[in-house]
C-alpha cells in the first residue's frame, strides 16, 4: 500500500519554465512533508520541506504548495533550468520520526535547454 | 565530514549468495534506515533503527537482517541472495527528534 502517491513519473519542461509535481498522502498522522533531490548515480538530498500549518513555502526558485483539506502538496519549479534535471521525491513523516519516512514513486524532470 | 558512507558500491551476486552491505555515519545521529530504490516504487524502507542495539522493520523487510551495535554503524545483511533483490540500496541517518535525512551514495547490488 502506498501512503504517497506522486505525479507525474516523467516530466519534460522546456527552460525557463515551470515544473510542477504532485503528491497525495493518506495517513493524517504525517506532520513533515519534505521533498529530495537526487542525481544520476547519488543519494537523494533535502531540498526543502514544509508542515501542514502552512500552505505554502518559498525557497528561492522552489515553492512547496501545501492543502491540508484535499490531502495533497505540490512542489513547484520557477524558472527552471538544465542543471534541475534530477528524480524529485516527495515524502511525509511524523515530528521526530524521520527514520520513517515514506516516500513517493518519484519523477524524472528533465529541463530542455 | 565524510557524512554516509556506504561499501561496496557495486555489487554481483548469484542466487543463494549472502553478504552484508555496509553503513557508517560519523555524524552521531541516532536513527539509521535502509532503503531500497527500484523504478517507479520510489524508495521503500527495509529496516530502521532508532539508537544502538535497536532495530525494527520497515515495509519490505523479508529477505533482510540488521544489527545496530554502535552508534555510527548499521550493516544489512542478506541472507540467501534472491533476484527480487536486485536493486539500489540506501543507508540514512537522522538526529533524534529530526525529520531530515542524510543519505550515502548507494550501493547497487545485482543478483543472477
Known amino acids: 500500500q502506498q501512503q504517497v502517491k506522486q505525479s507525474p513519473q516523467s516530466l519534460i519542461v522546456q527552460k525557463g519554465g515551470i515544473s510542477i509535481i504532485n503528491c497525495a498522502y493518506e495517513?493524517?498522522?504525517?506532520?513533515?512533508f519534505p521533498w529530495y533531490q537526487q542525481f544520476p548515480g547519488k543519494g537523494p538530498a533535502l531540498l526543502i520541506a514544509?508542515?501542514?500549518?502552512?500552505s505554502e513555502k518559498k525557497e528561492g526558485r522552489f515553492t512547496i504548495s501545501f492543502n491540508k483539506s484535499a490531502k495533497q502538496f505540490s512542489l513547484h519549479i520557477m524558472d527552471s533550468q538544465p542543471g534541475d534535471s534530477a528524480t524529485y521525491f516527495c515524502?511525509?513523516?511524523?515530528?521526530?520520526?524521520?527514520?520513517?519516512?515514506?516516500f513517493g514513486a518519484g519523477t524524472r524532470l528533465f529541463v530542455k535547454a | 565530514n565524510a557524512g554516509v558512507t556506504q561499501t561496496p558500491k557495486f555489487q554481483v551476486l548469484k542466487t543463494g549468495q549472502s553478504m552484508t552491505l555496509q553503513c557508517a555515519q560519523d555524524?552521531?545521529?541516532?536513527?539509521m534506515s535502509w532503503y531500497r530504490q527500484d523504478p517507479g516504487m520510489g524508495l521503500r524502507l527495509i529496516h530502521y533503527?532508532?539508537?544502538?542495539?535497536?532495530?525494527d522493520q520497515g515495509e519490505v523487510p523479508n529477505g533482510y537482517n540488521v544489527s545496530r551495535s554502535t552508534t555510527e554503524d548499521f550493516p544489512l545483511r542478506l541472507l540467501s541472495a534472491a533476484p527480487s533483490q536486485t536493486s539500489v540500496y540506501f543507508c540514512?541517518?537522522?538526529?533524534?527528534?529530526?525529520?531530515?535525512?542524510?543519505f550515502g551514495a548507494g550501493s547497487r547490488l545485482t543478483v543472477l
Open positions: 540514512a541517518s537522522s538526529p533524534q527528534r529530526a525529520n531530515v535525512l542524510t
Open positions: 495517513n493524517t498522522a504525517f506532520d513533515y
Open positions: 514544509i508542515r501542514p500549518d502552512v
Open positions: 515524502a511525509a513523516s511524523r515530528r521526530g520520526g524521520g527514520f520513517k519516512t515514506i
Open positions: 555524524m552521531n545521529h541516532e536513527y
Open positions: 533503527s532508532v539508537g544502538a542495539g535497536i532495530t
